[in-house]
């Protein structure tokens, strides 16, 4: 009886914790939920994903020298519709990255 006792303290210190944090958890407001990014905005998120990068790596930079410039820039939209959403982020990354070349 004590070997389950003791196997479930831990279980239950991680069922509290993520209960504790899932408070932390963002939360959109309900016009952006009305409105998720889709297929196609996947697709154009795919193609411009380099300059995603290099602008959130700028803006990263920038806050650590306590500048707020840039901050909106994001690599994946959110909220997004899920598995259309990143199926057409592949897309465009294959697009603009020329992932299906044959050589």
């Known amino acids: 009886m004590t070997n389950s ?19 932390c958890a963002t939360h959109y407001s309900a016009d952006v939920v009305r409105d998720p ?3 196609f905005s996947g697709i154009w998120h795919g193609m411009i ?3 995603s990068v ?19 820039i994001q ?12 199926i057409g982020f592949v897309v465009g990354l294959t697009v ?3 992932g299906t070349t044959r050589r």
Do not use: D, Q
């Not at 006792?5 to 408070?23: F, N």
């Not at 803006?59 to 306590?66: E, H, T």
């Open 54 to 72: 290099v602008v959130n790596f700028l803006s990263w930079m920038l806050g650590l020298l306590g500048l707020s410039f840039l901050e909106s």
């Open 37 to 39: 990014f889709g297929f």
């Open 5 to 23: 006792r003791s196997a479930s303290v831990p279980m239950l210190a991680l069922v509290a914790s993520a209960i504790l944090l899932s408070g």
């Open 75 to 86: 690599i994946i939209g959110r909220p997004n519709t899920g598995v259309g959403y990143y």
């Open 96 to 98: 603009f990255g020329g």
């Open 49 to 51: 994903f380099p300059i």
